[in-house]
């Protein structure tokens, strides 16, 4: 079954503790990205991937890092995380940088103490 | 930069028709799209459409497009209970890296 995969769904950290958001898919996709959905404010992009080795900010990339080094991972690396990362983040692919349509995985909610 | 805008709200009752407003700024735009978010799921596609088009059809859903106005709507017919969900518009501009950029979402609730 053609599918993103984030792991994992849920997550209590607290102010500083480095953590990883892993992402995969299993569509053989070249292009990734990364969204925080908060209320009010939609969804906005924070990292994105054109393929292996290529990654450019997105409209709120701050606190942020991100790594493509296999085509099928993206994770999204918050190396001290703050509060006002509380968010329910979601990691999309699509099969090209058109973006004709994007899969997305089922979501990380995350909470920073 | 681009700027998608939606209502946050929308309540309906079962069996009558749900229309969802979108307005969009990139006069560049070359898709438009139609996202549905159910309850603790991701987003999926639910429909688009080309720049070019003014109106496209799929069964009980109908997309309008006013490219003049950047004015896009989706009108749901006959809605249904599991219609309840977080309706995302989004647009796709044009040029070198096509980015999609998200409106806020439609909630809609659907009264049995």
């Known amino acids: 079954e053609a599918q993103v995969t984030q792991n994992p769904r849920y997550l209590i950290t607290v102010t500083g503790k480095k953590l990883t958001v892993t992402c995969s898919q299993n569509?053989?996709?070249?292009?990734m990205s990364w969204y925080r959905q908060d209320p009010g404010l939609g969804l906005r992009q924070i990292y994105y991937s054109m393929n292996v080795e290529v990654t450019d900010k997105g409209d709120v990339p701050e606190g942020y890092k991100v790594s493509r080094k296999e085509k099928r991972n993206f994770p999204l690396i918050l190396e001290s995380p703050s509060p006002n990362q509380t968010s329910l983040y979601f990691c999309?692919?699509?099969?090209?940088?058109?973006?004709?349509?994007?899969?997305f995985g089922s979501g990380t909610q995350l909470s920073v103490l | 930069g681009e700027d998608v805008e939606q209502s946050l709200f929308l309540s309906v009752r079962e069996g009558d028709s749900s229309v969802i407003n979108c307005t969009y700024t990139d006069s560049s735009s070359t898709y438009l799209y139609w996202y549905k978010q159910e309850p603790g799921a991701g987003l999926q596609l639910l429909t688009y459409i080309f720049s070019n088009m003014d109106m496209k059809q799929d069964q009980r859903l109908t997309v309008l497009l006013n490219k003049k106005d950047k004015h896009l709507s989706l009108r749901i017919a006959d809605t249904q209970t599991g219609d309840s969900a977080i309706y995302f518009c989004a647009e796709r501009s044009s040029g070198g890296y096509q980015k999609v950029t998200f409106g806020t979402g439609t909630k809609l609730q659907v009264i049995p």
């Open positions: 999309a692919s699509s099969a090209d940088r058109n973006n004709e349509k994007l899969f």
């Open positions: 569509m053989n996709h070249e292009y």
